[in-house]
């Protein structure tokens, strides 16, 4: 048996609006996505809890389920003819408050006429709306949850629990039906990251490492999405040379894999030699071109002295 919204909010059918709100908010703290990351059972239930408290938290939508149960959203088309509230009343959905100046298309309202008497009853078209959900790099690698307000002082607010999911693209768009005649569509942002460019779920990032250590070998911290990780560099390692690391990228969307990182080298030139230091390194110029013997440290007039 389904539970009532009453039920999922722990409180009794005569609970006051206080006593309501105050419930809410417990068991939304109690169950948010953020405390159970890995309970797919409280994710769950913080969804029904949040579906709950739409309906019941709003006077007027309290009064229609309260008399209809399950199918309060069609409680005009229940209601006799041209009786009860009409489709103004409750709350109104505007999302100027959220995206300043949301777009918003409402048509008009069909004629029905029928019944005893001649009563006109009113069928509102679907109100749409379209706004905006910006989000970092770490949010679409772990998913998030956003609380958006809907509505006005005129109309009333309403609040709306928006799940983004791991892995979600930039430009995706996400489609809220807060009830039968409301339909809100958010396109989702992601925005630029200083450490990691983007290609699907694969990430690519630059690492710079010392001339030496690329001629010579070395080791090299590579940042991921879960922290710092050491790369073994090998010798000979060329400028621009890409590393491979397996499973470091972002989840893939509805997928329990994971993209790849891919980490770049970008091999760091010494800005100032000391005089030493340009007398080895010019001494390795003739050893790489032969222009010196292995001994050519000892000057001319120590070799001819032998």
């Not at 068991?27 to 409280?42: C, E, G, S, T, Y």
């Not at 959220?98 to 069909?110: C, K, M, R, V, Y």
């Amino acid at each position: 048996m389904t539970q009532s919204y009453y039920d999922l909010l722990g409180v009794n059918r005569d609970a006051s609006e206080k006593d309501i709100k105050s419930a809410y908010r417990k068991m939304a703290r109690k169950l948010h996505p953020d405390v159970n990351p890995n309970d797919q059972r409280a994710q769950d239930q913080f969804k029904k809890v949040n579906e709950a408290y739409e309906v019941v938290g709003d006077p007027e939508r309290r009064k229609d389920y309260d008399q209809f149960g399950d199918n309060w959203k069609h409680a005009d088309q229940m209601r006799n003819m041209g009786g009860g509230r009409g489709s103004s009343g409750g709350f109104g959905v505007n999302l100027n408050d959220l995206f300043g100046g949301g777009q918003h298309t409402a048509g008009g309202f069909g004629d029905m006429f029928g019944g005893m008497g001649g009563h006109v009853q009113q069928h509102p078209q679907t109100i749409r709306h379209k706004g905006s959900i910006d989000v970092t790099l770490d949010e679409v690698y772990t998913g998030t949850t956003r609380r958006i307000s809907i509505g006005s002082a005129m109309t009333g607010k309403r609040n709306l629990e928006v799940q983004i999911p791991k892995g979600v693209p930039d430009g995706r768009k996400i489609r809220l039906r807060p009830d039968s005649n409301t339909e809100v569509t958010l396109t989702v942002r992601v925005r630029k990251d200083r450490r990691f460019s983007r290609d699907g779920a694969n990430l690519r990032t630059d690492i710079t490492i010392p001339l030496l250590d690329a001629i010579l070998g070395g080791e090299a911290e590579v940042p991921t999405m879960t922290g710092r990780i050491a790369l073994h560099i090998p010798a000979g390692t060329q400028n621009g040379r890409s590393f491979k690391i397996k499973g470091k990228g972002l989840p893939k969307m509805n997928s329990d894999e994971h993209g790849d990182l891919y980490a770049t080298v970008k091999v760091r030139l010494p800005e100032t030699l000391s005089d030493e230091e340009k007398r080895l390194y010019a001494q390795l110029r003739d050893l790489r071109s032969g222009m010196t013997e292995p001994d050519s440290s000892r000057s001319s007039e120590e070799r001819g002295a032998r």
